[in-house]
Every structure is written in C-alpha cells, then in structure tokens.
C-alpha cells in the first residue's frame, strides 16, 4: 500500500482571533518545513505569510467572510479580490448559512457567484458549516457549487458547533464532481482522523494540528 504524503493534503491553518504575527511567522516557518500545501489565515495577516514564503512552494490561502458567512456579498467579493491583490493563491468563503436554511437558493447561489467573480482564476473553496444543516441542505449546497464550478466544498469554519465527520465528507463527496475538491476542516488532529476523512473522500483537510497528523503524534493539544 502506497505511504500517504499527509503533507500535500494540509491547508496550515491559523484563524484565532488573538495569533500575532509572531504566531503566523512561526505558521509559515512550520508549513516550509513539513512541506504543506498552504497556510490558511484570515485576509489581514495574507501580506504578512505571502512575504514569509516567497520562494517556497506552499500556497497562502484566505478566509473571506469568516466566520459567519452573514455580510453583504458585495463585501465578501471585495474581501476577496484585496486578498488577491494581497498574495492569496486561494479563496476560502462562508456560505450564508441563514439563506440557505431559509430555502432561498437564489440568493445563496448569488453570493457565491459574486465572489467566485472576485476569483476569476483563483481556487475558491465554498465552506458549507455542515454541523447546521440537515443532510438535504448539505446536498442542494453542494448542487448550487456544482452549477457553479467552484474549485472545492469545504465543511466546515472550525467555529461553530463542530468540525468535520466523515458522514459530511461522504455525502459531499456523492453529490459534486470527482473533478471538485472536498475540503474536511475542523476537528481533524490526528493522523487517523485525517486518514478517516481522506477514505471518505476529502482532498484537502484544514487543521492546526498538522505537524501531530505528519509526525503521527498523539498530541491533540490544536482547537482546529
């Protein structure tokens, strides 16, 4: 059986309301050395890890929207398009959760097409916060990003009643394209949650436990 490159599959993530710069300096460090795929950080702190990991390889990926999904689309669209500007390799939106719950899909659908606009080529990863939504929502969201070809479904922000379960991924996995990815975040810590959540069909986990799931350490001690 091929070895699993962890690694590849990790957007390092730091979101906490109180990390310093000290904090993402060490986050970019860490993701240089391990080799992760991007650091996920919210959109202040994109200037600050897209110059700490000039001539590396690994990406710098932005919250838009963070964590509620609740402000205008037209002020996720602009957060995206300065995150751009700014150095961000990839986008990471909140859907609004309320809209959707309120079966009002059109505007749901609006407000990610303003923002994938915003991306033009950039990567755009829908975060759904699959803990609030019944099963039928998880699939008519993941039918609304199929019809607009974003790049990736993602469970989950990591700030609400929980993370990601392989039930979610599973389900997300069934209802978009093999061509779209499906981001689990939130509660992945452990090699064997990021190895339960790749079997289901995740093609990127988010997590600040990353150097525990590349090192198969058992300290749980990350809150993402």
Request: charged share 15%; glycine share 6%; aromatic share 6%.
């Amino acid at each position: 059986m091929a070895t699993v490159n962890y690694a590849k599959y990790i957007d390092h993530t730091l979101l906490a309301m109180d990390a310093t710069f000290d904090d993402i300096t060490t986050l970019c460090q860490q993701a240089r050395q391990y080799g992760f795929y991007s650091v996920c950080v919210n959109s202040g702190y994109v200037p600050w890890a897209s110059k700490q990991l000039q001539q590396s390889d690994v990406k710098v990926c932005s919250v838009v929207g963070f964590p509620l999904g609740a402000c205008l689309s037209s002020v996720k669209a602009f957060e995206a398009s300065q995150a751009i500007a700014a150095g961000a390799d990839e986008i990471d939106m909140v859907i609004n959760v309320s809209w959707l719950k309120s079966e009002r899909f059109t505007d749901v659908k609006a407000d990610i097409a303003a923002v994938k606009q915003s991306c033009q080529d950039t990567p755009l990863k829908v975060i759904l916060e699959t803990c609030l939504l019944t099963d039928a929502q998880i699939i008519k969201a993941c039918q609304i990003c199929t019809e607009l070809e974003v790049a990736f479904v993602k469970t989950s922000t990591g700030f609400s009643k929980s993370g990601a379960t392989v039930a979610a991924v599973q389900l997300m996995r069934q209802n978009v394209p093999a061509s779209m990815g499906v981001k689990a975040s939130g509660g992945v810590r452990t090699q064997q949650s990021a190895k339960q959540m790749i079997d289901a069909g995740a093609t990127r986990l988010g997590t600040s436990a990353s150097i525990a799931i590349v090192t198969a350490s058992t300290d749980d001690s990350s809150n993402y």
